[in-house]
């Protein structure tokens, strides 16, 4: 379907900067809202009752997220520099030295596994580099791959999670794929997926990853409309055999492709067909 109008891809590229920004924060504690995301984001107002700390990821993270989009014009490949930029812009005035590799050892609390010791950072980033330039996988699952190594790695002493899901991005775009967001909601399902990854499990997270790429690209599908329009489950009801209800849980499941927007559930028609044609209903 590409290229899509000016217009809706200058749309997506708006909410997928402001979805990224608020989810990625928000997975890591920071307590704005959606919509105070957004306010700081379009309009530079101050939130009050916010940290300068909180409202700094958010400026820091959507200016990382431009940036990784600058990246993927360029063509640039993942390497020390760019993660160490990304990092730099994530962690500005957050950090006392943004961008730097950590010098020192770190704990994570509930983590199976504990981080490496620093002065093996550089060559085990190294080795993250070579697997992903030789990898044989499709760019899902190396994109997986890419995310957990640099989690499991931890080269910065702060922010790696943020890091970790722009460096996705960056990857997932630079092979023709739309940004995704983990969302906060999803972040048990996260963080256990990547527990799974530490046990020598990967596949949890893969598709973690991979279904993440299908919202996103059900989002983007939308955005043409036609049978490819979002729509609640609520009106959709009324066009099927099914419940309301019903069709929540078949989104839950995962049998019926659908996306949560503001915690309602939301589907195609087009969906809906597949899924009635599927069952033979």
């Given at each position: 379907m590409r290229p899509l109008p000016k217009d809706v891809v200058k749309r997506l590229r708006e909410e997928l900067r402001l979805l990224h920004t608020y989810h990625s924060n928000a997975i890591e504690g920071n307590t704005l809202t959606l919509q105070e995301t957004k306010l700081i984001l379009e309009q530079g107002i101050t939130i009050g009752g916010k940290s300068l700390h909180e409202h700094l990821e958010a400026t820091n993270t959507a200016e990382a997220y431009e940036f990784i989009e600058d990246l993927v014009k360029g063509k640039r490949h993942v390497a020390h520099?760019?993660?160490?930029?990304?990092?730099?812009?994530?962690?500005?005035?957050?950090?006392?030295?943004?961008?730097?590799?950590?010098?020192?050892?770190?704990?994570?609390?509930?983590?199976?596994?504990?981080?490496?010791?620093?002065?093996k950072v550089v060559n085990l980033m190294d080795e993250l580099f070579e697997t992903l330039k030789k990898s044989k996988y499709g760019p899902i699952s190396t994109a997986a791959s890419l995310h957990y190594g640099v989690v499991a790695i931890h080269p910065f002493i702060d922010g790696n999670g943020r890091v970790a899901r722009l460096i996705t991005n960056l990857y997932l775009m630079q092979h023709g794929y739309p940004p995704i967001v983990l969302r906060k909601e999803n972040r048990k399902k996260y963080y256990g997926a990547l527990k799974k990854a530490d046990q020598n499990d990967p596949d949890p997270f893969i598709n973690f990853i991979a279904k993440a790429v299908d919202e996103s690209l059900t989002f983007y599908l939308s955005a043409v409309g036609g049978d490819d329009e979002l729509l609640p489950l609520g009106v959709l009801a009324k066009e099927s055999p099914y419940s309301q209800e019903y069709l929540s849980l078949l989104a839950r499941q995962d049998k019926l492709d659908a996306i949560k927007i503001n915690g309602i559930w939301h589907a195609s028609r087009r969906a809906l067909k597949q899924y009635i044609d599927s069952v033979g209903a």
């Open positions: 520099e760019t993660i160490q930029e990304i990092h730099a812009i994530v962690t500005r005035s957050i950090l006392t030295e943004p961008g730097k590799y950590r010098v020192t050892n770190v704990r994570i609390v509930g983590a199976i596994k504990t981080p490496p010791d620093y002065t």
